[in-house]
């Protein structure tokens, strides 16, 4: 029976001709931002701008270079390395290796930055322990406890992203290509970089440019290193020099390399290769002796840097204060973090389904408006909080309003800036469900709404799961724009570890840390599952 026009949409709620236009609120909330940041330069402030040029722009060009160069590099050869070991090759501890890569995406930059700050400082226990036996520092410990520490942590926390893509391209079918040029006389080396790896290209500049996003937007690693960013400017511009206007331009600044990096991923997704053959093949190649111990030893090593040091350094020093736990302060932190969270996530779960409905199988040109509405993603924090702040004071003087100081401003900001996240697990999950459950349901004459509760709903359920504690844990973690549009004395978790890390009180910070990754790690064992990475 042919699928009509109707019939061929998941989700007929919104009768077919016309339901994209329900994307136009989340529209008109993605350009408030963009918006303000091109009308600030109307207002051009001089005097800023000439203290910002002799001193402070040629720095953070120099970092942000800096920054993208490194960072980059090791999450690829990082990201790859360990993705090609996982998804194509047999060796001891593997099936326990695989689910633990993925682990450093619980563990939020500002937790590992102040961890490794205080394992790897000069006062720390490596490099006091080094200096009681041989007299003198090294050269590597000194540079990691300060300007190349902060590179450290963001590789560490950004690789999965390019991990979890190429690994999943590797699956579909690198090893194949791969067992095809090995039959053509060619050497595994050049056979993995001339055809295994250029056919997983398309997922690796992906990744890497989800990773470079989030290193461009870090705000909480580089603020506790002292490494000054764009980020960190936009902070102090406006909580400094109390200047917003100044705050927003140099936001604007920030979103032209971002513009770059989305440019330059959509510019190697036109030119990816051309895939005539995904099917995986089932045998892995099977490493023995010296090559089989060098890859347990190589993952152990990410797993034991990335995942055990830091959570065995947060017991460490979070034990004498468990107790606090439920005393003082800290229920109410914690209980402002989950209110918030959960407030956000529903807000974004919601804009994700309204997403959902308006693009589900719609014609190419009606799905740019779900990629259009979704670019919040890669709007920085600190660029969205000080782009809605500027948005809502302009807002309360025109209607004689009191928008800017609540928690309105701060639940738009997490909607705008994830509900990409929402978005994705809904849609991935909706392509799988065969159109012929709502056929069924509609013979028997029952109405649309009825079928959404009773059929789409249910189906869905999966996907809503995933999407609400990915939109939570996002929410939970979030800190620059909590951090600069929060009501005054509302205090999170991120919040209080960020105020307790600038002031160096590594130990009293460990204990909200602690709570933190332990929530974060929630998602990060449904992706796990989702994913089915232990095969």
């Known amino acids: 029976m042919p699928a009509t026009a109707e019939s061929r949409a998941f989700l007929p709620v919104l009768k077919r001709p016309g339901r994209h236009w329900a994307l136009l609120p989340l529209l008109a909330l993605v350009g408030l931002p963009l918006l303000m940041l091109v009308a600030s330069w109307l207002d051009p402030q001089a005097d800023i701008w000439a203290h910002l040029r002799a001193h402070l722009m040629p720095l953070l060009v120099r970092h942000t270079l800096l920054m993208v160069v490194v960072v980059g590099l090791g999450v690829t050869v990082l990201g790859v390395g360990l ?47 080094w200096r009681g036996w041989f007299g003198s520092s090294p050269w590597l410990l000194e540079a990691m406890s300060r300007p190349g520490g902060v590179l450290f942590i963001l590789t560490l926390a950004f690789y999965p992203y390019v991990y979890l893509l190429a690994r999943a391209s590797f699956i579909s079918g690198g090893l194949a290509a791969f067992e095809a040029g090995r039959s053509l006389g060619a050497g595994p080396f050049q056979t993995f970089l001339r055809v295994a790896l250029p056919m997983a290209r398309p997922a690796v500049v992906a990744g890497l440019t989800l990773a470079l996003m989030e290193t461009l937007a870090d705000f909480g690693a580089v603020s506790i290193y002292g490494y000054e960013t764009f980020t960190t400017a936009v902070y102090r511009t406006w909580f400094g020099m109390f200047n917003l206007t100044a705050a927003v331009q140099l936001a604007s600044i920030l979103m032209l390399f971002i513009l770059v990096l989305l440019l ?127 948005a809502f004071i302009r807002f309360d003087q025109a209607l004689g309003t009191a928008l800017a100081g609540g928690l309105l401003a701060l639940v738009l900001a997490y909607l705008i800036r994830f509900v990409r996240v929402a978005w994705g697990p809904l849609d991935s ?54 951090l600069m549009l929060r009501p005054f004395g509302w205090e999170t978790l991120a919040v209080r570890i960020y105020d307790l890390t600038v002031e160096g009180q590594w130990q009293m910070a460990a204990l909200p840390s602690l709570v933190l990754v332990i929530l974060g790690a929630i998602p990060v064992v449904v992706l796990i599952r989702r994913a089915t990475l232990v095969r």
């Open 264 to 390: 330059a991923e959509r510019y190697s997704r036109d030119q990816r290769p051309r895939q005539a053959d995904k099917r995986p093949s089932g045998h892995r190649i099977r490493l023995r002796g010296r090559q089989a111990w060098l890859a347990t030893g190589s993952q152990a090593l990410v797993v034991l840097v990335a995942v055990l040091v830091p959570l065995v350094q947060l017991l460490a020093w979070a034990w004498p204060n468990l107790g606090q736990i439920t005393g003082g302060t800290m229920p109410r932190v914690i209980g402002n973090t989950m209110l918030l969270g959960l407030v956000g996530a529903v807000t974004v779960l919601a804009g994700g389904l309204l997403m959902l409905v308006a693009t589900h199988k719609v014609r190419r040109r009606y799905l740019v408006l779900g990629e259009l509405a979704a670019l919040g993603y890669a709007i920085p924090g600190t660029v969205l909080a000080v782009a809605i702040m500027l």
């Open 83 to 129: 993705a090609w070991l996982s998804a194509c090759c047999e060796y001891p501890g593997r099936r326990w290796l695989d689910p633990l890569l993925v682990l450093p995406l619980a563990f939020p930059t500002y937790v590992l930055a102040f961890i490794y700050l205080g394992v790897l400082d000069f006062s720390g226990p490596l490099q006091s322990t």
């Open 429 to 482: 999950v909706a392509g799988r469900i065969r159109p012929e459950y709502v056929e069924v349901a509609r013979s028997l004459g029952v109405s649309r709404w009825y079928r959404l509760w009773r059929v789409n709903l249910p189906l869905l359920w999966p996907g809503l799961v995933t999407a609400f504690l990915l939109a939570l844990v996002e929410v939970a973690k979030e800190l620059p724009a909590t």
